[in-house]
């Protein structure tokens, strides 16, 4: 092992973004640990070779995440670069959405990050160095309709990362939150996207046009995963990676917009919000 290769360890890198960053982190000349639920899609996505590990890794298990990582070090030495990429969709209104669909949502894309980052965190602080890339959304910045549960979960997985960060970079870890906006990703498809079902009668006419306006949107979208996948390792080979990337000129137009929307209700009731100060303060 050279000294200049740095080992990646990457959730979801079986399908969708998770491919794209996987085949330019080893074009890049890394060391990379692709794990999936299913080994074999992995293996079949990406081949093999002796840069490249495939381990078996469903992210809402710690224990996977664990025994993941202690193959990745056992093979490796160290982990320098993690890619929390792993989701999956639940799209629906937020009454016609079950519970259970709701917990699921926030046990693959909010606590299946945190079980991995737990197990790789002993490993980054002994070396005093790494970097933990999670992947947000648009969705992670402003809420939108039919998105309750997955804005949620992105919501969380944001205010997680960026209340990490400070407890970390004393070691020597950088974190880094990314907001995609719409990808030509397999987000939208049959395998990662799950609707609610149709139970209230209220809903009728506008959950068939969210829903019908995914499916259109589905293998058309404008980002390019392959794009940002190298975007990532740029990011990830700089001294002082950003804390936040925001990816794609749609993401960017939601994040500025919210910025607006934000002071815009701040002005409104900045002399309220100020006088509530109490009287000895």
């Given amino acids: 092992m050279t000294e200049n290769k740095k080992v990646w360890f990457i959730t979801g890198a079986g399908r969708g973004m998770g491919v794209d960053i996987t085949k330019a982190a080893l074009a890049d000349g890394n060391q990379v640990v692709a794990t999936g639920r299913n080994m074999d899609r992995v293996a079949k996505a990406l081949g093999d070779g002796e840069n490249l590990l495939v381990v078996k890794l ?58 991995v980052t737990r197990a790789v965190l002993p490993v980054m602080r002994k070396q005093r160095s790494g970097h933990i890339i999670s992947i947000s959304s648009g969705a992670g910045i ?47 498809t049959n395998e990662s996207a799950t609707y609610a079902d149709p139970s209230i009668e209220d809903y009728s006419g506008c959950r068939e046009r969210n829903q019908d306006a995914y499916n259109v949107q589905n293998g058309k979208q404008s980002g390019d995963p392959a794009k940002l996948a190298k975007a990532l390792i740029k990011i990830s080979n700089e001294e002082q990676p950003p804390r936040r990337f ?29 006088s509530l100060a109490c009287e000895d303060a």
């Fill in 58 to 115: 469903d992210v809402t298990s710690l224990v996977d995440a664990e025994a993941a990582v202690k193959a990745a070090v056992d093979k490796f030495g160290k982990i320098d670069v993690l890619v929390n990429n792993a989701a999956n969709f639940y799209a629906g209104y937020f009454e016609e959405l079950t519970p259970m669909q709701i917990e699921n949502q926030l046990a693959t894309n909010l606590f299946g990050p945190m079980n």
């Fill in 142 to 188: 402003s809420g939108f309709e039919f998105n309750t549960a997955y804005a949620a979960s992105k919501f969380g997985l944001e205010g997680w990362m960026e209340s990490l960060q400070p407890e970390v970079s004393p070691f020597g870890i950088h974190t880094t939150i990314v907001n995609p906006g719409m990808f030509r990703t397999e987000l939208l």
């Fill in 246 to 274: 925001i990816a794609g000129a749609d993401a960017v137009g939601i994040a500025e917009q919210k910025i607006a929307d934000l002071q815009a209700q701040i002005n409104a009731y900045r002399n309220l919000s100020t």
